[in-house]
């Protein structure tokens, strides 16, 4: 087989708009990993938002999560965590509360939102921090304040929000950091993606497969474009690109 790793984004790919897994992705995701795919998840979301999906998978797969924050072989092996300081954190709430941005953060042990907030926050150990607003160009324009102070890494999965997580922080780096663990290259790896957020990873694999719902600027840098979010593309990608002649199987659904 060609690929030895596929790399899945969940929100706007594995799971469609109402955050669900159609059966059919799930049916090719568990093909791939019965073909001997090491099959990774590459989420924006911390391990609390991503828990239940691998409880229906019934799967216990690697994970990068929070842009690459957390990397995980297993659901009990961690092999890497890159967190926010304490002072860019503090920026970015300050940011928020300046403009009147809603904010959340993933710390290793939760999600918090903008209305849990307290002040002892600040000291706790935070993955990824993100901001949202709905003037989208005040949004590009705090973007670009954050990536002005060359502290961290700026991206973002929704044209409202911007995610930060830790300098050179990616789900690159985090894929990169499976690999190593593996014993894979990039070039060993396809991912199947649709936001901004996917952008350094799609850039970096061997394969990058565009969802049909995918921005302009991923389906640029993408291999091949398969079907949106809602009409099963992470299945039609895995059958056609991905497991060689697997898209003449009619058994799937």
């Known amino acids: 087989m060609k690929y030895k790793l596929l790399a899945i984004d969940l929100d706007g790919t594995l799971l469609s708009e109402d955050k669900t897994m159609s059966s059919r992705n799930q049916h090719w995701l568990r093909r791939a990993v019965d073909a001997g795919l090491v099959v990774a998840l590459a989420t924006g979301r911390g391990m609390p938002k991503v828990q239940s999906y691998l409880d229906e998978l019934g799967l216990d797969l690697p994970l990068v999560l929070a842009n690459g924050a957390e990397v995980w072989a297993n659901s009990q092996q961690l092999l890497a965590r890159q967190l926010l300081s304490e002072e860019v954190v503090r920026a970015l709430h300050g940011l928020a509360e300046e403009h009147g941005a809603h904010y959340w953060g993933y710390s290793v042990d939760r999600l ?26 005040l949004i590009a324009q705090l973007r670009e304040i954050v990536r002005s102070w060359e502290t961290a890494e700026v991206t973002y999965a929704a044209p409202n929000t911007l995610e930060v997580t830790a300098r050179g922080v990616t789900k690159a780096s985090g894929i990169a950091r499976l690999c190593q663990h593996f014993g894979f290259t990039m070039g060993d790896v396809a991912s199947i993606g649709d936001s901004h957020n996917d952008l350094h990873l799609m850039q970096s694999t061997g394969l990058a497969v565009a969802m049909g719902n995918a921005e302009e600027l991923i389906k640029n840098v993408s291999d091949v474009v398969t079907l949106s979010e809602n009409d099963h593309g992470v299945a039609h990608a895995i059958s056609h690109f991905i497991l060689e002649s697997a898209g003449k199987d009619q058994n799937g659904p």
Not at 115 to 133: Q, V
């Open 112 to 137: 918090v939102r903008r209305r849990d907030w307290i002040h002892s926050l600040f000291a706790e150990e935070w993955l990824k921090f993100g901001l949202r607003h709905d003037d989208r160009r």
